[in-house]
């Protein structure tokens, strides 16, 4: 992991030194960083499988397999959906 | 960027963006417009990040739902009952190519030891050139990456291919062989 930017140093120390205004709203509090690293990871992971998804349906479609193509479509769309549900519920 | 190599003063604050106001005697607009330090210009928010990751999803999950649109309507059998040889055109282990189900489609027909007659398409199921068949080593060969196909059964053996060749159906008339339609 990087180390936060308000512990990098400065780009230009003669600028007045603002940071604070900047990130004092977008830094998680202590406890939640792990959290939202958690969250990030298992975002990823959803995002490999629907990209195995993609994958196999495509290798399924050429194969002439396509009547239970719907089924990984299916599961695709629910992972859409949760993270659409996540970024609403984020506003 | 100032042609004089000097810094431009301290940003506003990103909570309290300038107003658009001109150069002198104010902030300048494009502070405001985009009023992260530089210092800090690699935060990236949080919803700003989910929001592209839910983009991302959206595509794959399109991507899926129009191969699985695309798989029910498209047809797995194609072509109609044509005439394609006659028996005595293709000796024992040797092939005979020809068009089916369009004249642009190449198939190959295979005149296997014990009499029996197979077709597949010559379309590689890697990235589709052309099989042909060997006779002296008995097997359907792909030049463009060395993919073998049996020629018993059409299943890919070696190379690159995973898929069998699409098969064409025959039947027997009289002396002529009659192809039936092509099946994935």
Known sequence: MSRPVRDR??????????????????????????????????????MGL???????????????????????????????AGGLLAWRRSA | MSGN???????????RPASPS?????????????????????????????????????ALFAGTAVLAAM????ERRRGSARPVARLADVPEGRAYYFNYPGEDDQAVLLH?????????????????????????HNRLFCPCHDGVFNPQTGEAVAGPPQRPLP??????????????EETP
């Open chain 2, 167 to 180: 098969r064409i159906a025959l039947r027997r008339e009289g002396d002529t062989l009659i192809a039936l």
């Open chain 2, 112 to 136: 296997l030891p014990g009499g029996r007659f197979v077709a597949y398409s010559q379309k590689c199921t890697h990235l589709s050139c052309a099989v042909y068949f060997q006779e002296e």
């Open chain 2, 71 to 74: 798989g029910r309507l498209r």
């Open chain 1, 50 to 80: 629907q990209l195995w998804l993609l994958t196999v349906a495509l290798d399924m479609y050429l194969a002439g397999e396509g009547e239970s193509l719907w089924l990984l479509a299916l599961v695709s769309g629910l992972v859409f």
């Open chain 2, 22 to 58: 001109p150069r002198r005697g104010g902030t300048s607009r494009w502070r405001g417009e985009f009023p992260y330090h530089w210092d800090a210009d690699d935060v990236v928010a949080r919803r700003e990040l989910l929001g592209l990751a839910v983009l991302a999803s959206g």
């Open chain 2, 5 to 15: 190599g000097r810094r431009p003063a301290a940003a506003p604050a990103v909570n």
């Open chain 1, 9 to 46: 140093p400065r780009v230009n120390p003669e600028a007045p030194d603002n940071r604070a205004d900047v990130l004092g709203a977008r830094e998680p509090l202590p406890g939640r960083q792990a959290l939202l690293l958690a969250a990030l990871l298992i975002g990823l992971v959803l």
